[in-house]
């Protein structure tokens, strides 16, 4: 990965100086400062537009959250399940910020039931995987 120490930016921004110039730099700065603003507000427009299409999404912060520590996520979700198993009423005893079940999250969605493994009669064959 690229791994930019101070001394390296010290040379980059001295060869920027030499290749430059002093009098079109801060031209230049200029120039990448609007570019950012631009892209920052191309940002915010794109996220107003998908959060008005879809009211229910999580915040940014939580999305973020979410995919930095996704063992966080999944451990919640196991608590929610536990508690749903265990018959508890209100699974907002074992974590009081969550909604009480995984269909009010936007980002979880609901279980199908399990279907029953297909029942194959017949001798085994070599493509078996329980002979394995």
Known sequence: MLDLSPLKLMIIVAVVLLVMGPDK????????????????DLQ????????????DLPSTGDIARFARSPVNLLNQLADRADARDAGLADASA???AEPDSAS???LIAPRPPNPSPPIVEGPPTLSDPSLN
Not at 25 to 40: D, I, N, S, Y
Not at 44 to 51: G, I, K, N, S, Y
Request: hydrophobic share 45%.
């Open 25 to 40: 730099l801060p031209e230049v700065a200029q120039r990448l400062g609007a570019g950012w603003r631009a892209l920052k």
């Open 44 to 55: 915010r427009r794109v996220e107003a537009e998908v959060r008005e299409a879809i009211p």
């Open 94 to 96: 074992v974590t009081a």
């Open 104 to 106: 009010e999250d936007p």
